[in-house]
C-alpha cells in the first residue's frame, strides 16, 4: 500500500510532483526529510539578509494565525527580501513546501492564475480557467504561496489570493506590495525602515550596531574592500543612513557609491539623490536600478488626484496634521472634502507614512514631490500658502505673549523644522522676512542649545532689515536673550541706540532690555538688576505674562545665586503663584528654591527639588546647581551624575565657563587637586557669565590655597576682587573675604586676618548665608586659636560641628581642614560642648562681642579698627574716596568720618602723609617678617 507526502518540488526536477510512499510492515517507516529544492523551491538569494530578526520573527508569528499576510512597504523597503527570509524560516512547517511567485516581470493582469498555477506545479487544462484549477489542485495541499510585488496588478492578485485561500485551509498566503490586496481575512504588516541611529551619537561601536548601518557597510565593503567604520566615517555614514531613512534599496545604492566617492561627498551629494542614486546590478529590475526608477514606478501607479495631493505634501519639512493639509494643499482644483481621502488612500499605497496622529513623506518622496510641484508651477503658491499656515499656527500658540508651557513647546519642537522652512522662504526676493515666527523657533534653539542656527538664521533676517529701525528691533526682540547666551553680541551697540531713540511696544522694549541687562546683571551689577525690573514692569504694563515673569524668574535667581536673600524670599512668594507646573522656565524657580536652600544646609529639600531634572534631557544649569551641592556633601556619586547631565546638555556660549568649575567638583571631592586645579584653569567665555568666572577664580584661589601656592591665590583674588565693588555679589564677596583673611593668617597679618574675616561674617550674617557663615566662624576660631584664645576657638567649633553634623555638609578646603585638625587636641570638651548649644545667630553675636571687647590703645596705629586699617591700606593704594565707598560697600560720607578718625589716632594732616606712613610702616612690616610660607606644610604632595 502507499502514503501520499504531498506534491514537492525535489532537487534536479523543474515543477513540484506528486510524491507517495510505499508502506509494508518489513520496510521502515520513517525517512529523512525529503530534499526539496533550494528550500522550498525559493532558491538562494545572492546576498545575505542585513538584520530584520525581530520583522522575520512578527511576520512568521502572523502567518501561525492567519492564513493571507501582505507586506506593505514604500518602494525599496525591502519587502521582497523580507518575505524571503520568512519563506526560507518557514520553510519545514508546510509539508508541501513554499513557493514563490515572482509577478514584478508580468505586465497583463491575466496572466497572474496561470503564473501561480505553473508555480504550483498545477497543469493547465483545456476549457478550465487557471484560477479554478488551483482550487481543485491545492485542495489537500500544506503550502505557503508567495505573491511577491503585487502592486501593479493588484485586482488580479486579489482574485487569485481569494481562490487560494478558498482552495483548502493546509494553504498559506505571504503577499508583497505597496498597497493591500483588499481581500477579506487579509492581514496587512508594514514594514519598518531598518533600525536608524539617533542623532548626536558618534561612537563607531554603537552606530555599526543598526541595521541601517550595518547593511551600508556591508554593501560598502562589496564596492570597496577595506572599507571600515571608524571615529571619522561613522557619524557620516549614520547621517546618511538617516536622510535615507533606512531605506534598503537606497542604502544599497549609496553604498556602491563607495567604490567612487568618499562618504562625505557622497553624503553631501544626497540632496541630488535621484542623479546620485544609480547603477544598481543589471540583473535586477529596472526600477530597482536607480532610486529615481523605483519612485517613479509608485508614482505611476497613482491616479491623477492622489499625485496632485502627493506632489503638493512635499512642501511639508516634519509630520503634518490633515488641518495642515487643507489649509495648504486644498484649492479650487483639489477639494477640501476630497483631502482625508486621498491621504488615506496614499497611506494604502505607503506613498505617505502614518506617524502617531500625523504623516509623513520619507525623505525621498518628498524631494520627488517638491520636483513634480516645481515642474507643475505649483511651488510658489505652496510655500506661500505653507508660510501662511505657520504664521496663524506660531501666533495661537501665543508664545510672545503667555508663560510657555511644555505641551506647547512640545507642539513648537514637532513643527520647527516647518517654521524653518517658512522663515526661509520669507527671505526670498521680494518678500517681508516673517519675523514672528522667531518667537516659537527661539525657544526651540534655546532648548537644545543650537546656537549655530541661532546665530544663522538670526543673522539673515537681521540683515534683510535696516539695523537699528523698529523693524529690526522687533525681529531682535525674541532672539536677543539666546543671542547673549551664545555670545553673539555684535547687535548691542546698535540696540542701545534704537531704544534711546525710538518709539517701540513695550513688550518689544522690554524683551529687548532684558537681553542687554544680562550681562551687568550676571556680573552682580545694580544696572543690571534695574534693567531686569523696568523688563519686568514693560511686561506687566503691555499684559505680557510672559515678560514679566521670565524677567522676574531671571532676577530672583540671579540674587540667589549672590546672595540676596530678603528679595528672593518676596519675588519666591509672587513667582510659586504665577509659574504654572508645566512651564518650561519652571526649572529656574525650582533651582531658585534650592539655592536658598542649600544656603541654609537644607540639602535635602535641595535634592528633592532639582534630582527628578538629572535623569531627563534637564537644563544645564540645574546640573551645575547639583554639582555644588554634590561638593557641599562630599556625594561623589552625586557630582557624577551632574556632570554626566552637563555632559548630555553641554553648553557652550556664556554658560561653557561653567563647565571648567563643574569638571573640577569630582576631582575635588576625591581628593584630585592637581586635577581640579587644570580643569579651573579653563574658562571659555571670561565674564559673560559673571557668576561663573566668579565662582571659577574662588574655587580656583581655594586649591591654590590647599596646595600651598599662596602666590596664585592672590592673582586669582587680585582679578575677582576689584569687581564686586557696587555689586550684590554678596556671596561672593563674603568668599574673596575669607580668602584674604587665611592669605593674612599664613603672612601672620592678624590685623587684617581679623578684619577680613569679620567682613565675610558681616556679610554672611545681614544676607543668612549659612554656609558661609559656618566656614566665617571656622576662621575666626583660628584666628582666635593663633593667640591664645582657645575657649573662643573651642565654642566656634563647637558650633560649626553642631551644624555639619546636623545638616550634612561636609566639604572644608584642605587647607583650613588640616587647620582645624591640628587645633582640636588643644581645645577643651566642655568649651566645643558649650559652642554646640548656641545657634548660628548667637555665635555670630558672640563672635561680634569678643571682638568689641578686645583692648585697644586709645592712640596711634594699634588703635585703628579693623574698617579703619582697612580704609588705610586702600588710601596707601591710591584710591579715591569714591571708590573706597564702593569696596567697602559703604556711603561717601563714611569714608570720611573713618579718615577723620584716622587723623587724629595717627596724628596726620594730609592725605599724602596717610599714604606715605601706612606705605613706610608696612615695608618695616615685611622686612622683619621675611618670606614666610602663607600656610605652613600645606604642601604635602
Not at 495631493?309 to 495642515?324: I, K, N, Q, T, Y
Request: a neutral charge; proline letters at 4%.
Amino acid at each position: 500500500m502507499g502514503c501520499r507526502l504531498g506534491t514537492v518540488q525535489l532537487k534536479g526536477f523543474d515543477r513540484s510532483e506528486h510524491v507517495h510512499q510505499l508502506c509494508h510492515p518489513d520496510l521502515p517507516s520513517t525517512f529523512p526529510p525529503l530534499a526539496r529544492a533550494g528550500t522550498g523551491g525559493l532558491g538562494l538569494w545572492p546576498t545575505a539578509l542585513v538584520g530584520r530578526l525581530r520583522e522575520r520573527g512578527e511576520v512568521a508569528a502572523l502567518l501561525a494565525t492567519d492564513r493571507l499576510v501582505t507586506i506593505t512597504g514604500a518602494g525599496g523597503a525591502g519587502k521582497t527580501r523580507l518575505a524571503h527570509a520568512v519563506g526560507e524560516d518557514l520553510a519545514d512547517r508546510y509539508a508541501d513546501g513554499v513557493v514563490w511567485v515572482e509577478l514584478a516581470r508580468l505586465s497583463d493582469g491575466a496572466q497572474v492564475a496561470g503564473t501561480v498555477a505553473g508555480a504550483c506545479g498545477v497543469r493547465e487544462a483545456a476549457g478550465v480557467a487557471a484560477i479554478d484549477l488551483l482550487g481543485r489542485a491545492l485542495a489537500e495541499s500544506r503550502m505557503l504561496v508567495v505573491l511577491d510585488n503585487c502592486e501593479h496588478l493588484l485586482e488580479d492578485c486579489a482574485r487569485v489570493a481569494e481562490a487560494l485561500m478558498r482552495a483548502g485551509r493546509g494553504v498559506s498566503v505571504l503577499a508583497t506590495g505597496r498597497e493591500p490586496l483588499g481581500v477579506t481575512g487579509e492581514v496587512t504588516w508594514r514594514i519598518p525602515p531598518l533600525a536608524l541611529p539617533p542623532e548626536g551619537e558618534r561612537d563607531s561601536e554603537r552606530l555599526g550596531a543598526y541595521d541601517s548601518v550595518c547593511l551600508f557597510v556591508e554593501r560598502a565593503r562589496a564596492a570597496r574592500p577595506g572599507f571600515r567604520l571608524d571615529a571619522g566615517s561613522a557619524p557620516v555614514v549614520a547621517r546618511i543612513c538617516r536622510r535615507l531613512d533606512g531605506l534598503p534599496l537606497a542604502l544599497e545604492l549609496a553604498a556602491a557609491r563607495v567604490r567612487t566617492l568618499s562618504v562625505e561627498r557622497l553624503a553631501d551629494g544626497l540632496d541630488d539623490r535621484f542623479r546620485l542614486l544609480t547603477g544598481g546590478a543589471r540583473t535586477a529590475l529596472a526600477r530597482q536600478q536607480t532610486l529615481l526608477a523605483s519612485v517613479e514606478w509608485s508614482h505611476d501607479l497613482l491616479d491623477e488626484p492622489e499625485r496632485l495631493l502627493f506632489r503638493r505634501l512635499g512642501v511639508f519639512a516634519v509630520p503634518f496634521d490633515v488641518e495642515a493639509v487643507e489649509a495648504v494643499a486644498a484649492d479650487d482644483q483639489l477639494d477640501p472634502l476630497e483631502v482625508v481621502d486621498l491621504l488615506s488612500r496614499l497611506v494604502d499605497k505607503n506613498m505617505v507614512q502614518p506617524a502617531g496622529d500625523r504623516y509623513r513623506l520619507l525623505e525621498t518622496l518628498r524631494h520627488y514631490a517638491l520636483e513634480r510641484a516645481a515642474d507643475a508651477g505649483e511651488l510658489a503658491e505652496l510655500r506661500s500658502r505653507h508660510l501662511a499656515w505657520f504664521r496663524r499656527r506660531a501666533a495661537a500658540w501665543g508664545v510672545d505673549r503667555e508663560v510657555t508651557t511644555f505641551p506647547v513647546l512640545e507642539e513648537i519642537a514637532a513643527e520647527a523644522p516647518d517654521l524653518l522652512a517658512a522663515l526661509e522662504w520669507s527671505l526670498g526676493p521680494g518678500r517681508r522676512p516673517a519675523a514672528d515666527l522667531l518667537y516659537a523657533l527661539a525657544w526651540y534653539w534655546g532648548r537644545r542649545f543650537a546656537h549655530e542656527k541661532l546665530r544663522a538664521v538670526s543673522g539673515q533676517v537681521l540683515a534683510a532689515l535696516d539695523e537699528g529701525s523698529a523693524p529690526w528691533l522687533e525681529a531682535l526682540a525674541p532672539v536677543a536673550d539666546e543671542l547673549y547666551f551664545a555670545t553673539e553680541l555684535g547687535w548691542v551697540p546698535a540696540a542701545r541706540r534704537a531704544l534711546d531713540t525710538l518709539e517701540i511696544a513695550p513688550a518689544v522694549r522690554g524683551l529687548v532690555e532684558h537681553a542687554l541687562s544680562l550681562g551687568p546683571a550676571f556680573l552682580g551689577l545694580l544696572e543690571g538688576v534695574a534693567g531686569l525690573e523696568r523688563a519686568a514692569e514693560a511686561g506687566r504694563a503691555a499684559g505680557n505674562r510672559n515678560l514679566e515673569v521670565m524677567s522676574l524668574l531671571t532676577i530672583a535667581s540671579l540674587l540667589a545665586q549672590q546672595g540676596e536673600r530678603g528679595r528672593v524670599r518676596r519675588l519666591l512668594a509672587w513667582l510659586d503663584r504665577h509659574v504654572p507646573p508645566d512651564a518650561v522656565m519652571r526649572f529656574l524657580l525650582d533651582q531658585t528654591h534650592a539655592n536658598a536652600m542649600a544656603f541654609d544646609g537644607d540639602f535635602a529639600g535641595a535634592r528633592a527639588r532639582l534630582e527628578p531634572y538629572l535623569d531627563r534631557s534637564c537644563e544645564f544649569s540645574i546640573a551645575t546647581q547639583v554639582g555644588l551641592i554634590a561638593l557641599w556633601t562630599e556625594d561623589a556619586p552625586l557630582a557624577r551624575r551632574a556632570v554626566a547631565a552637563a555632559e548630555r546638555n553641554l553648553a557652550a556660549g556664556a554658560f561653557a565657563t561653567a563647565v571648567s568649575w563643574l569638571r573640577a567638583v569630582v576631582p575635588l571631592v576625591e581628593g584630585r587637586f592637581d586635577d581640579a586645579l587644570r580643569a579651573l584653569g579653563e574658562e571659555p567665555s571670561p565674564w559673560t557669565m559673571g557668576t561663573s568666572s566668579f565662582r571659577l577664580r574662588c574655587m580656583g584661589a581655594e586649591v591654590a590655597l590647599s596646595l600651598g601656592d599662596a602666590g596664585r591665590a592672590a592673582v586669582l583674588l587680585d582679578e575677582a576682587e576689584p569687581r564686586l565693588a557696587g555689586t550684590v555679589l554678596h556671596y561672593f564677596a563674603g568668599v574673596v573675604h575669607l580668602l584674604r583673611a587665611h592669605l593674612a593668617r599664613g603672612r601672620e597679618d592678624v590685623r587684617e586676618a581679623e578684619a577680613r574675616a569679620h567682613q565675610a561674617l558681616d556679610v554672611a550674617a545681614e544676607h543668612e548665608l549659612g554656609l558661609l557663615t559656618v566656614d566665617t566662624l571656622e576662621t575666626l576660631a583660628l584666628l582666635a586659636a593663633d593667640v591664645g584664645n582657645d575657649v573662643q576657638a573651642g565654642r566656634l567649633l563647637g558650633v560649626t560641628d553642631a551644624f555639619r553634623q546636623r545638616t550634612g555638609y561636609r566639604w572644608r578646603y584642605p587647607y583650613r581642614r588640616r587647620a582645624i585638625e591640628a587645633l582640636r587636641p588643644r581645645l577643651d570638651a566642655a568649651h566645643v560642648e558649650e559652642g554646640a548649644q548656641l545657634t548660628l545667630a548667637d555665635a555670630v553675636a558672640w563672635a561680634r562681642r569678643g571682638r568689641g571687647e578686645r583692648r585697644r590703645p586709645n592712640h596711634g596705629w594699634d588703635s585703628l579698627t579693623p574698617t579703619e586699617t582697612r580704609v588705610v591700606e586702600l588710601v596707601a593704594a591710591g584710591l579715591p574716596n569714591r571708590e573706597i565707598a564702593s569696596k567697602l560697600f559703604v556711603s561717601l560720607a563714611t569714608v570720611k568720618t573713618h579718615l577723620v578718625h584716622v587723623y587724629t589716632k595717627v596724628d596726620v594732616r594730609t592725605r599724602a602723609q596717610l599714604a606715605a606712613a601706612a606705605t613706610s610702616r608696612e615695608a618695616e612690616r615685611r622686612r622683619r617678617a621675611g618670606a614666610v610660607d602663607p600656610q605652613p606644610g600645606a604642601r604635602t604632595r
